[in-house]
């Protein structure tokens, strides 16, 4: 069962395993996806992370660990750092195998992903904590990741310092560091909103 709201991706992945002989049924909501579970008992769960939405990614997999512990799980998503797509990345099952979409050259590497999630092999990714290596993509806090994902869902500098529970001029400061820590022109001309919130989407960025 594949959980995704964006129907390319969803078509794409549910096609390409389809092809490799697998029987897929495709959801676009949490809430779609724990009823699937409960109806299908399938073999392993794909998910996103972020949905849009008050539920998650995280609250379904955890959903499906305590639930259905024998289904195996997969995280398939746009971020490196499960902290930068849902707000409580802890409740992700550890023994997820996890996926970032930008890394995923051939359909062959997910149905690989499937079967090491069903199987319980050990997973390259099973620590999704790690620190971040030598390859060049800017990281930020785990707070600086709170407010990115905050500033992706439409937050102004007001709803920020409310979510935050501080004033408006700790948190221009905050954002200034963020802009900073992503290496974004901050002058008077540019828009770093817009480009943190576009590097947030492309999945360009780590939690350290």
């Keep these: 069962m594949i959980a995704d709201d964006d ?27 724990m009823e699937a579970v409960r109806v299908i008992d399938p073999h392993a769960v794909i998910s996103d992370l972020n949905f849009g939405t008050t539920e998650n990614g995280a609250d379904l997999l955890r959903f499906v660990a305590d639930e259905f ?58 620590d999704l904590f790690d620190e971040p290596g030598n390859d060049g993509v800017p990281s930020v806090t785990a707070a600086q990741a709170e407010v990115l994902r905050l500033l992706a869902a439409g937050a102004s500098t007001r709803a920020l310092a409310e979510a935050r529970g501080t004033t408006t001029r700790a948190v221009e400061t905050m954002l200034h560091r963020l802009f900073v820590a992503l290496g974004l022109d901050t002058s008077e001309n540019a828009n770093p909103r817009v480009a943190a919130v576009t590097m947030w989407q492309r999945g360009g960025i780590r939690v350290r």
Excluded at 77 to 104: C, F, M, N, W
């Design 7 to 33: 129907a390319f991706t969803l078509s794409l992945v549910s096609g390409g395993l389809e092809a490799q002989g697998y029987a897929v049924t495709a959801t676009t909501s949490v809430a779609q996806a």
């Design 69 to 126: 512990p024998w289904v195996g799980l997969v995280v398939l998503t746009s971020h490196r750092s499960p902290e930068l797509a849902v707000p409580d990345p802890h409740r992700i099952p550890r023994g997820a195998v996890y996926l970032v979409k930008s890394q995923l050259g051939r359909i062959d590497e997910l149905a690989d992903a499937v079967q090491r999630a069903i199987s319980g092999a050990p997973d390259d990714h099973a």
